[in-house]
């Protein structure tokens, strides 16, 4: 314990007790502990600056921070570029090969409209939210309907058995909804889709999904005035790639 007698050692009369004294003493050392803290929070603040500003000032740590930034770079532009050929490929099928990217897009955007669904509490917490899911997963249905092709679904060994109940409600969605049944009509009814979506948050599934089907209703709605989108994704191939105009029949 610090002497504060002055030297007068034993010879001084001892303090008087009060009864706030020992409250008093506990409430310095809690002040006082807490200003060694700050003191030494800020100084380990200002050291981190320290040791960061010298790193980036050494030539070797820069230039190795830029040689992974590039390399960072490089990665994602390949993993574009790869997607962006996978994507190619298959609108260079037309219809039908769209027609293949529209369904995973309702067999995506049926998940996350069942994911939001099963949050009950959300029902309570964001009720807008909730029912939006429950638009999402419809509609993802619906364009799981419109989209599925039943040939290849005849061939599935499980789901296949589902072929009859698939049919018969993808005739009842193309008898009611005839004009989902045209290009054009199912790429307006996509950007709606997607524009429901995308407006409900920013980087999520929500917005991501949305992305996707305005992505898709683009495509549509191009082919639909014979435009082949496949010539303006890559403009060093050959711009004389013929559309396939076959009729839409998925």
């Not at 603040?45 to 790193?55: I, K």
């Not at 939006?132 to 619906?142: D, H, K, M, R, S």
């Not at 999520?204 to 549509?220: E, K, R, S």
């Not at 639909?224 to 994704?233: E, K, L, Q, T």
Request: a neutral charge.
């Amino acid at each position: 314990m610090l002497d504060l007698s002055g030297g007068r050692g034993a010879t001084s009369p001892p303090a008087k007790a009060g009864p706030y004294s020992g409250g008093g003493g506990a409430h310095r050392e809690a002040a006082g502990g807490a200003v060694g803290s700050d003191g030494s929070g800020a100084g380990g603040g200002g050291f981190g600056a320290s040791v960061a500003a010298a790193a980036m000032n050494n030539p070797h740590v820069r230039d190795a921070a830029y040689e992974q930034a590039n390399q960072g770079f490089s990665v994602v532009r390949q993993g574009a570029s790869q997607a962006v050929s996978e994507l190619r490929k298959y609108v260079q099928e037309g219809p039908a090969g769209v027609s293949i990217l529209c369904f995973l897009g309702g067999l995506a955007t049926t998940i996350v409209g069942i994911l939001g669904l099963l949050n009950i509490s959300s029902s309570l917490t964001s009720p807008f939210q909730y029912v939006l899911n429950a638009y999402l997963t419809l509609f993802g249905v619906v364009t799981v309907l419109l989209e599925a092709d039943m040939e290849s679904f005849g061939r599935m060994k499980v789901l296949g058995k589902l072929k009859p109940f698939v049919e018969k409600y993808q005739m009842e969605v193309f008898n009611r909804a005839k004009v989902l049944t045209e290009l054009r009509g199912r790429g307006f009814y996509y950007v709606f889709l997607g524009s429901l979506a995308v407006t409900q948050c920013m980087f999520c599934l929500d917005f991501v999904i949305g992305l996707w089907n305005v992505l898709m209703g683009a495509l549509c709605l191009m082919m639909s005035f014979g435009i082949n989108p496949a010539n303006h994704m890559n403009p060093n191939q050959d711009q004389s790639i013929p559309l396939h105009t076959a009729p839409y029949n998925p």
